[in-house]
């Protein structure tokens, strides 16, 4: 074998080691630190888009009128309740701040009024701690199907955003009532007392649906702050 060609494979292999070794390097380097998170800004929570009712009993054709009975009564539902509606934006915002506190966070409330309750725009935002961004999900009352009786339904969507490159510290939709199971991190489910045997009652008892959908509130606020403190 000429020299020049024992020059050109003896290069080529040096090479091959130095991305062999460079590969090894890489991967064993340790992830980036998680940060220690101390201060926590709530971003002002906007209220759901409306209240929807469902009654989800009927099976076949009959599913066809049922819709249109549901937002019917969906309609009827949302101009009772509208006040609810929209105070449950400011009643969230304040329960998270509350139930992170408890959990020895410094929260406090973002000094910046959003527009749109599904989009952050970190950079955008004053101050240096992280975020928590909440919306809610669908939110009313729900009859499950092959029963009659209706209980609260309240989901929402949290996302904990570090500033700069650290990107999301906690992320997890949450359900509360309806679609909740169990003890999960994801579920609270509602207290059995908030079980309303038809459409009537949920007009009639505005009382009793405004504290259904308090207690959501609390309960998914407790589950965030709880979920963030266990994750470190």
């Given at each position: 074998?000429?020299?020049?060609?024992?020059?050109?494979?003896?290069?080529?292999?040096?090479?091959?080691?130095?991305?062999?070794?460079?590969?090894?390097?890489?991967s064993s380097m340790p992830e980036a630190p998680r940060p220690v998170v101390r201060k926590i800004l709530v971003m002002p929570v906007l209220p759901p888009?409306?209240?929807?009712?469902?009654?989800?009993?009927?099976?076949?054709?009959?599913a066809i009128p049922s819709a249109v009975a549901n937002r019917i009564k969906s309609n009827i539902f949302e101009e009772k309740m509208v006040a609810e509606r929209q105070a449950m934006g400011p009643k969230l915002t304040a329960a998270l701040v509350e139930h992170l506190r408890r959990e020895g966070y410094d929260a406090d409330v973002l000094g910046y009024q959003p527009k749109d309750?599904?989009?952050?725009?970190?950079?955008?935002?004053?101050g240096?701690?992280?975020?928590?961004?909440?919306?809610?999900?669908?939110?009313?009352?729900?009859?499950?199907?092959?029963?009659?009786?209706?209980?609260?339904?309240?989901?929402?969507?949290?996302?904990?955003?570090?500033?700069?490159?650290?990107?999301?510290?906690?992320?997890?939709?949450?359900?509360?009532?309806?679609?909740?199971?169990?003890?999960?991190?994801?579920?609270?489910?509602?207290?059995?007392?908030?079980?309303?045997?038809d459409f009537a009652s949920l007009v009639d008892r505005p009382a009793e649906v405004v504290a259904s959908l308090d207690a959501g509130i609390q309960g998914l606020a407790q589950r965030v702050a709880r979920n963030i403190k266990d994750q470190g």
């Open positions: 074998m000429s020299s020049t060609r024992r020059f050109v494979l003896s290069a080529a292999a040096a090479a091959l080691g130095a991305v062999a070794l460079t590969g090894c390097s890489r888009d409306r209240f929807w009712t469902y009654n989800n009993w009927v099976l076949g054709f009959a309750p599904y989009t952050l725009d970190i950079d955008k935002l004053p240096t701690d992280p975020v928590l961004h909440v919306y809610f999900g669908d939110t009313g009352m729900d009859s499950a199907r092959l029963s009659s009786f209706y209980q609260p339904r309240v989901n929402i969507s949290a996302n904990l955003v570090g500033r700069g490159d650290v990107g999301s510290l906690y992320e997890e939709s949450i359900y509360y009532g309806a679609d909740a199971r169990g003890e999960a991190s994801w579920s609270v489910p509602a207290p059995e007392r908030f079980r309303f045997p």
